[in-house]
C-alpha cells in the first residue's frame, strides 16, 4: 500500500517550460487536491477534485490545468513555467473531510 | 471564507519544558479542525483532529489541542517536549462537509538541549 506518491521529487525547470507533476494513490479516495507551500505562507490550495471527471480551483489556480481521468491519479500541468512558481508542490487525498493525507511533496525550482 | 491565524511563526523552548501552539480560525460555523505536523524535508502528517464530541483531543505523542468554540480556537499544548519534536505545525479548518482545507502559515517549533 504505497498511499499517495509524487513524482519527481525535484525538478528544474527553465522559465517559459512546461512539465507535469504527477500524484497516484491507492487508497480510493475520491478528494484530491494540489497545494503549494512557500516559506511564511503555509499550504494554500491549488485546484482540487471531488471525483474522476470533476475539477475545481482553489486559492491560487493561475498558472496551473488539472484533469482527473481516473480515481487513482490527478496530475498538476504548468503550461509555461514562471520563478513566482519556484516552490515545494504537495498533493493531497480524502473522503468525507476527516482528514487528508499528504504526498511526499515535489520541490521544483524555475529559473 | 474561512482563515486560519498562527499567532506565533516560530516558538524555541528547552527540553521538557511546556508548550503551547496557538492556533484562532474566523468562522465560527460547524467546523473540522486539525493540526498536522511537518519533520525537516518531509510531507505533512496529522497529529490531531477534532470532529465533534469532546473538545479536548488527544495525539498518541502526548500532544493535545482544546476546541474553544466561543473563542474560535484550537491551541495546541504538550506538558513536556523533547528534541523529536523539532519541527513545523500547521493548524488547518475545513467546513463541516467540505474536504477544502484551510491552512494557516505555521509555527516552527524549535527544541533546545
Known amino acids: 500500500n504505497a498511499g499517495v506518491t509524487q513524482t519527481p521529487k525535484f525538478q528544474v525547470l527553465k522559465t517559459g517550460q512546461s512539465m507535469t507533476l504527477q500524484c497516484a494513490q491507492d487508497?480510493?479516495?475520491?478528494?484530491m487536491s494540489w497545494y503549494r507551500q512557500d516559506p511564511g505562507m503555509g499550504l494554500r490550495l491549488i485546484h482540487y477534485?471531488?471525483?474522476?471527471?470533476?475539477?475545481d480551483q482553489g486559492e491560487v489556480p493561475n498558472g496551473y490545468n488539472v484533469s482527473r481521468s481516473t480515481t487513482e491519479d490527478f496530475p498538476l500541468r504548468l503550461l509555461s513555467a514562471a520563478p513566482s512558481q519556484t516552490s515545494v508542490y504537495f498533493c493531497?487525498?480524502?473522503?468525507?473531510?476527516?482528514?487528508?493525507?499528504f504526498g511526499p511533496g515535489t520541490r521544483l525550482t524555475v529559473t | 471564507a474561512q482563515s486560519v491565524t498562527q499567532l506565533d511563526s516560530q516558538v524555541p523552548v528547552f527540553e521538557e519544558a511546556p508548550v503551547e501552539l496557538r492556533c484562532n480560525y474566523s468562522?465560527?460555523?460547524?467546523?473540522?479542525l486539525f493540526w498536522y505536523v511537518q519533520y525537516p524535508n518531509q510531507g505533512l502528517q496529522l497529529l490531531l483532529k477534532?470532529?465533534?464530541?469532546?473538545?479536548l483531543v488527544e495525539s498518541i505523542n502526548g500532544f493535545e489541542a482544546e476546541f474553544n468554540k466561543s473563542q474560535t480556537s484550537f491551541h495546541l499544548r504538550k506538558p513536556s517536549v523533547h528534541i523529536s519534536d523539532t519541527a513545523e505545525y500547521f493548524c488547518?479548518?475545513?467546513?463541516?462537509?467540505?474536504?477544502?482545507?484551510?491552512f494557516g502559515k505555521g509555527t516552527k517549533l524549535t527544541v533546545n538541549p
Open positions: 493531497a487525498t480524502g473522503t468525507g473531510g476527516f482528514e487528508q493525507y
Open positions: 477534485s471531488v471525483g474522476a471527471g470533476i475539477t
Open positions: 488547518a479548518v475545513s467546513d463541516r462537509g467540505s474536504e477544502k482545507l484551510v
Open positions: 468562522s465560527s460555523v460547524s467546523v473540522y
Open positions: 477534532y470532529l465533534s464530541g469532546s473538545t
Open positions: 487508497m480510493n479516495h475520491e478528494y
